[in-house]
């Protein structure tokens, strides 16, 4: 099958630390590809880089056989999105939240689907009040929750975990597996950095270590 | 013009005021002294001197020499302006000099033309007013720095966040650039809101001192007041763009590396 991203020979550098070099590798449809290494290794960073948020100081990134300099970067990061560590809300609500993302121009042709978003929040075991409720009086997981769904009805073709059930109990994390994996649907793919040896391999079919 | 002459040795009685205070400060310990006799000095010897200096371009009556001050002043306001910012960026005493110097021409200009200055460059006019103009701009310029500047670094997950998501560079920085804005232009707002009720204005006080009739002095003092709120506007709006321009790359990347903290 296609390959619709590819890296090559990417390298990040700090000061005078070399953080990650020489890394290449390719996601197909349906792709999940676990980046491990310990902790300030870079997996982040690296992360940061495909989604454009850092520049690419070495090597390429292409997307649909595209380099990722060549698009458009909003139009680059409305079908790779990067999912941040510890979500970020500007809204106070949480359909606010949800709503927010419909009003920027690279998604002026997108309509925010409410149906949608309530089979998502219902697959992560959470209700329509949810909706109400104010960003300021979530739980660390529950805001994971809201930027994943944030995520999904902007339907990315690559989405980029960074931890994205490190606040979740077990129940409400495999609920969040089984809702991306269905979402991917052998269509799209994946990067997951999970501390968590047991997910990384129910989920991932690819590993990369830094 | 009919008013009273203010000779040295009533000013130096006058100092005596200054002195009642520093007294009072060293004998309760007020801590205050210090600073306020530096400052005291330094009014004094900076007004002295300014004073010389103008009497000097008015007499001169060259325009040459009246852009020279007027260039002069302007980056004076310039630099101040960044010297009151926390964090600075490579090129931000150009940006803010860039701003300063395109507003208050623009409006001096405007103004210049509309009470038919002659000749254009008559000084007794164009500094005075320009200098007003400044004093306001500069402290515009400042605050919008600082604040954009600030809430870049404190807000920089929720930027990040919706460039994540796809926003545009200005999209992801629009809202910061709406409050920074607000900010640089609440103490003209303020200012504004009690002007005449609480506040008599300084240079409609001064007017009136030199024997210009109240009406008259009302009026140039709305008028400066147009000048002063729009340029501080247009030279806060300027700036923050600029800012903006530099911190965001075409990339639409938000470049915090590109931020030093002064100590």
Known sequence: ?210 | MNYIDISLWKLAIASLLMIINIALSFVFKLALARNLIIATVRMVSQLLLVGLVLEYIFKLDHPIAVIAIALFMAAMAGASAVRRTKKRYAQIYFDSLFAIISASFFVSAVANRLLIIEPWYDPQYVIPLLGMILGNSLTGVSLALNSFLNALEDKQKQIEGMLALGATRFEAAHKLIQESLSTAMIPSINAMMVMGIVSLPGMMTGQILAGAAPSDAVRYQILIMFMIISATALASFAVIMLAFRAMFSKEHRLNLAKLKTQN
């Open chain 1, 1 to 210: 099958m296609d390959k619709i991203f590819e890296v090559k020979n990417i390298a990040c550098q700090i000061e005078d630390r070399m953080l990650w070099q020489d890394i290449s590798f390719s996601l197909k449809a349906g792709d999940i590809l676990a980046l491990k290494g310990p902790s300030g290794s870079g997996k982040t960073l690296m992360l940061r880089t495909l989604a454009g948020l850092e520049p690419i100081q070495s090597g390429a990134v292409l997307y649909k056989s595209k380099a990722q300099n060549d698009y458009e970067m909003p139009v680059y990061r409305s079908e790779i999105i990067y999912l941040q560590q510890r979500p970020s809300f500007a809204a106070k609500t949480v359909a606010e939240s949800l709503k927010n993302p419909f009003k920027f121009k690279v998604h002026e042709d997108k309509k925010y689907d409410a149906k949608l978003v309530a089979k998502y929040l219902l697959a992560l075991g959470r209700d329509l009040d949810f909706l109400s409720k104010e960003i300021a009086n979530l739980s660390g997981g529950e805001e994971q929750i809201v930027a994943l769904v944030r995520a999904l009805i902007l339907e990315p073709q690559i989405i980029l975990l960074d931890e994205a059930t490190a606040s979740l109990d077990e129940e409400s994390s495999q609920n969040l597996e089984q809702l991306i994996l269905a979402y991917l649907n052998q269509k799209r793919a994946a990067i997951w950095i999970s501390h968590d040896q047991k997910q990384s391999e129910r989920i991932s079919n690819k590993e990369l270590s830094l």
